[in-house]
């Protein structure tokens, strides 16, 4: 295994001087190729803060940030949506689907911003849309599928282009239980596939599916194990 993700002595701080807030403090973190972390913490924690420059939607005041073995901490704009668009594939909390095109559509969308071919976009597409078990909801529109059949298309999306990182911020947070299960058995699939995964979550049922936890607070890093040990120790 080598690194995927490495972050060091990483500051995100807004309003410097007086009133300062540290959304990250000083923040130090490791992920290895092919593993499924969930970053748990609640509100205001900085879990989300912590995602953003992992998913380069922002960069930090101050410390690095390798990805793949890039330094992406100090990129332009230009550049770091050429990360999001190459390394990350992003799975959101609300969907993010676009209501006027079908599920094979939505999924294909991502692949012309790659510049990929008409045909391969669309095999590329269908194989994902397979993948999470949606091949007869093909030409459905969002409208006409459920919740979590939604939330498997944003899935398929993320995939299709096969990014070395999976980024799912708070996938179950609009599902009912079994849609949950249904869209943590996906992810567990990808992880054993090889796929590198990162939840982001505020639950700690939802953190324990993964692999290893990694617990934020106050902007910094108070716990990072792994569950089967944890447990193991419990026992």
């Given at each position: 295994?080598?690194?995927?993700?490495?972050?060091?002595?990483?500051?995100?701080?807004?309003?410097?001087?007086?009133?300062?807030?540290?959304?990250?403090?000083?923040?130090?973190?490791?992920?290895?190729?092919?593993?499924?972390?969930?970053?748990?913490?609640?509100?205001?924690?900085?879990?989300?803060?912590?995602?953003?420059?992992?998913?380069?939607?922002?960069?930090?005041?101050?410390?690095?940030?390798?990805?793949?073995?890039?330094?992406?901490?100090?990129?332009?704009?230009?550049?770091?949506?050429?990360?999001?668009?190459?390394?990350?594939?992003?799975?959101?909390?609300?969907?993010?689907?676009?209501?006027?095109?079908?599920?094979?559509?939505?999924?294909?969308?991502?692949?012309i911003y790659r510049g990929i071919g008409r045909s391969q976009?669309?095999?590329?597409?269908?194989?994902?849309?397979?993948?999470?078990?949606?091949?007869?909801?093909?030409?459905?529109?969002?409208?006409?599928?459920?919740?979590?059949?939604?939330?498997?298309?944003?899935?398929?999306?993320?995939?299709?282009?096969?990014?070395?990182?999976?980024?799912?911020?708070?996938?179950?947070?609009?599902?009912?239980?079994?849609?949950?299960?249904?869209?943590?058995?996906?992810?567990?699939?990808?992880?054993?596939?090889?796929?590198?995964?990162?939840?982001?979550?505020?639950?700690?049922?939802?953190?324990?599916?993964?692999?290893?936890?990694?617990?934020?607070?106050?902007?910094?890093?108070?716990?990072?194990?792994?569950?089967?040990?944890?447990?193991?120790?419990?026992?």
């Open positions: 295994m080598d690194n995927l993700i490495k972050v060091q002595d990483m500051c995100k701080i807004y309003n410097p001087g007086e009133n300062e807030v540290r959304a990250l403090d000083h923040v130090n973190l490791e992920i290895e190729r092919g593993e499924f972390v969930a970053i748990i913490g609640h509100s205001g924690s900085g879990k989300s803060t912590l995602m953003n420059m992992l998913g380069c939607l922002d960069v930090p005041t101050s410390g690095s940030y390798y990805l793949n073995g890039k330094d992406v901490s100090a990129m332009k704009d230009n550049q770091l949506s050429e990360i999001r668009n190459q390394e990350i594939g992003f799975i959101f909390q609300g969907f993010n689907l676009i209501a006027n095109l079908t599920a094979i559509e939505n999924v294909e969308l991502p692949l976009r669309h095999k590329l597409a269908k194989e994902a849309l397979i993948r999470v078990g949606l091949e007869k909801r093909i030409g459905h529109k969002p409208s006409e599928m459920s919740g979590g059949q939604q939330q498997r298309v944003a899935i398929a999306r993320a995939i299709a282009a096969k990014p070395p990182v999976i980024l799912a911020d708070e996938p179950t947070g609009n599902l009912d239980s079994a849609s949950t299960e249904e869209i943590m058995g996906i992810l567990k699939g990808l992880h054993e596939a090889g796929r590198s995964v990162i939840l982001i979550t505020h639950d700690n049922e939802i953190a324990e599916q993964a692999k290893r936890v990694v617990r934020i607070l106050d902007g910094k890093i108070v716990e990072d194990y792994y569950n089967a040990e944890k447990k193991a120790q419990e026992a």
